[in-house]
């Protein structure tokens, strides 16, 4: 079993960046395709971000793409999500996310372990 730990949360304004980490105890990291959710107040956890067990392969969410980037460092047993260009709307819990599996993609249920989050606050 893995233990996931997010930090790198804040607040910052409209336009700024943001990286999160996401490191990884228990088990290598190597082990697991990884993603990153988050989740805004009233709102259900959605996708963010995915990357394969040896970081050849990522996906996105249209709202983030071409701003966030997720990246992982086995080596190090941490993920990351760069966040660049950050607007209001990007305000909510980020969570990490481990999948026992090659691909894991963007459906919550394929994703076996879960961190308690980090809290992104964007000010206009």
């Known amino acids: 079993q893995v233990q996931l730990v997010e930090s790198g949360g804040g607040l910052v304004q409209a336009g700024g960046s943001l990286r999160l980490s996401c490191a990884a105890s228990g088990r290598a990291l190597s082990n697991y395709a990884m993603g990153w959710f988050r989740q805004a107040p009233g709102k259900e956890r959605e996708f963010v971000a995915t990357i394969s067990k040896s970081g050849a392969s990522t996906n996105y969410a249209v709202a983030v793409k071409g701003r966030f980037t997720i990246s992982r460092d086995n080596a190090k047993n941490t993920v990351y999500l760069q966040m660049n260009s950050l607007q209001p709307e990007d305000t909510a819990v980020y969570y990490c996310?481990?999948?026992?599996?090659?691909?894991?993609?963007?459906?919550?249920?394929?994703?076996?372990?879960w961190g308690q989050g980090t809290q992104v606050t964007v000010s206009s």
């Open positions: 996310a481990a999948a026992s599996r090659l691909w894991a993609g963007s459906s919550r249920d394929n994703y076996d372990y």
